[in-house]
């Protein structure tokens, strides 16, 4: 059974502008949770989707956002990139609650 | 909001010895407490869960025990080998009710296991 896969692994960006990261869930799974992980604040929520609605939405501004297709694929869109915003970005994938298995992250640097 | 407090920070243990890891949540409407492991450069996997209605869980060198009136939780490692040396999390949600799978984590462990 294939794992989560997250596309791409690295990303180097400009200030000011605008990424897209895809995740791809396990077959069956219909929650992606997305997180952001720095070395200063850790582990932090950024949404949830499942079955293509926004199910929980962390503290993060309106720059950060999401969605989810009907194949339960999700991306996580970050426009007007700041230099805060380099760091790990994990997707996690639930079949519906509980036992959430995370992709191997994208890395973003923004320069 | 929830809040998962995790101490210590940093813990170094000598191979064989027990290492004992634990975290604190405020919200007690969280009934779903799962612990990750990170190792360097790779993905934080999941090595052990509990649910509200379980006091301890085991899983062979692993356990956890949760006491939900002083809304604390525990991970134990046995006999720690040096490939248990990783960042361990502990985590927190409400997903068994319906409040989806919004994982509040704490700020991790640097387990260090010596030969």
């Known amino acids: 059974k294939a794992g989560v896969t997250q596309t791409p692994r690295y990303l180097i960006k400009t200030r000011g502008q605008q990424v897209t990261l895809s995740c791809s869930p396990i077959?069956?799974?219909?929650?992606v949770s997305w997180y952001q992980q720095t070395p200063g604040q850790g582990l932090q929520f950024l949404f949830e989707?499942?079955?293509?609605?926004?199910?929980n939405k962390g503290n993060f501004p309106g720059r950060f956002s999401g969605r989810q297709f009907s194949n339960s694929r999700s991306e996580m869109n970050v426009s007007t990139l700041e230099l805060g915003d380099s760091a790990l970005y994990l997707c996690a994938s639930s079949l519906e609650r509980e036992e959430a298995f995370f992709g191997q992250g994208t890395r973003l640097t923004v320069v | 909001g929830e809040n998962v407090e995790q101490h210590p920070s940093t813990l170094s243990v000598q191979e064989g010895d027990s290492a004992v890891i634990k975290c604190t949540y405020s919200d007690s409407a969280s009934n779903y407490f799962p612990w990750y492991k990170q190792e360097l450069g790779k993905r934080p996997q999941l090595i052990i869960d509990?649910?509200?209605?379980?006091g301890e869980k085991k899983d062979q060198r692993i356990a956890v025990t949760l006491n939900k009136t002083a809304k604390h939780f525990s991970l134990h490692i046995t006999e720690t080998q040096p490939e248990d040396s990783a960042v361990y999390f502990c985590a927190a949600s409400k997903g068994l009710t319906g409040g989806g799978n919004k994982l509040t984590f704490g700020t991790g462990t640097q387990l260090k296991v010596e030969l």
């Open positions: 077959s069956g799974h219909r929650s």
């Open positions: 509990i649910r509200s209605n379980v």
């Open positions: 989707y499942f079955s293509e609605t926004q199910r």
